[in-house]
């Protein structure tokens, strides 16, 4: 425990509070030592505590910012513009997506596969999936390239429409 002199603020160290009157080396005053009172002492537990939930929120916020800028920045990005509906020769509707595919990145990048995923009324069943090449292969920094592609599976029970770039998991 560390106490203090009153009159010349000299600190010493003690390992457990006298019962009797302690006198200072430098000055000489004499003094007793108060016990510290408990409220000190979960008053100090409290805000250790609260400093530790606002460190651990402020790293889970940190690293939860972190993740989803590095997932926002992918160099090339696929989007939809249209979408419309068209008959084949049997009459049956098939969808027409229109779209982009655009490099947001300082660099030339490679074009990866196009993939459409079509799901069913409720929006969380894939009902099918399409890949297909993109228009260019190489996108140049800041480059965008346009795409349209009819889907061969049926427009009958489709929802949604998603794109996304690369290769089918095998």
């Not at 972190?66 to 084949?88: G, M």
């Not at 990866?112 to 996108?139: C, H, M, R, W």
């Amino acid at each position: 425990m560390k106490i203090k002199c009153d009159f010349c603020k000299t600190e010493y160290t003690l390992s457990k509070i006298p019962a009797t009157p302690v006198r200072c080396a430098i000055c000489g005053h004499t003094w007793f030592v108060k016990t510290p009172s408990r409220r000190q002492v979960w008053c100090k537990f409290l805000a250790a505590l609260c400093a530790l939930i606002v460190v651990i929120i402020f790293s889970a916020v940190v690293i939860k910012k972190h993740q989803a800028n590095k997932e926002s920045k992918s160099p090339l990005v696929a989007s939809i513009i249209k979408t419309e509906l068209a008959p084949d020769g049997n009459g049956v509707n098939h969808f027409i997506v229109s779209g982009i595919v655009e490099n947001h990145s300082d660099s030339i990048y490679s074009a990866p596969n196009i993939l459409l995923f079509t799901y069913d009324e409720k929006g969380n069943q894939v009902n099918s999936a399409e890949q297909f090449n993109p228009p260019v292969t190489l996108l140049d920094a800041g480059a965008r390239a346009g795409f349209v592609y009819t889907l061969r599976a049926p427009s009958l029970g489709v929802k949604k429409i998603v794109v996304k770039l690369g290769e089918f998991e095998k």
